[in-house]
């Protein structure tokens, strides 16, 4: 089995930081893409940052200059460090990854909430 599982998140106010981890687990051969969404209230879900196995990354507008997304492949981790948070940042975020696990597949982490008081 192949398992996502998100930390870091939790209540902060505007214009503080917060610092989310994703680790993946399992018999994984490889990793492409790894990715951070997020999903508010009576929203659809939607990316906000993506990086590559050799670290290309791509960030929604919204976030650009705020967050950095970075990975360790050895760790078959990805982090998503968010600055000058906003109360619209407020969501569950979930983290992505396409691997080799049993044929390439995308898989998803259970899900992190992030809240941020104006």
């Known amino acids: 089995q192949v398992q996502l599982v998100e930390s870091g998140g939790g209540l902060v106010q505007a214009g503080g930081s917060l610092r989310l981890s994703c680790a993946a687990s399992?018999?994984?051969?490889?990793?492409?893409?790894m990715g951070w969404y997020r999903q508010a209230p009576g929203k659809q879900r939607e990316v906000v940052a993506t990086i590559t196995s050799s670290g290309t990354t791509n960030y929604a507008d919204s976030v650009k200059g705020r967050f950095t997304i970075s990975r360790d492949n050895a760790k078959n981790t990805v982090y998503l460090q968010m600055n000058g948070l906003k109360p619209e940042d407020t969501a569950i975020y979930y983290c992505?990854?396409?691997?080799?696990?049993?044929?390439?597949?995308?898989?998803w982490g259970q899900g992190t909430q992030v809240t941020v008081s104006s």
């Open positions: 399992g018999r994984i051969s490889s990793i492409n893409v």
């Open positions: 992505n990854a396409d691997l080799l696990w049993r044929g390439w597949g995308t898989h």
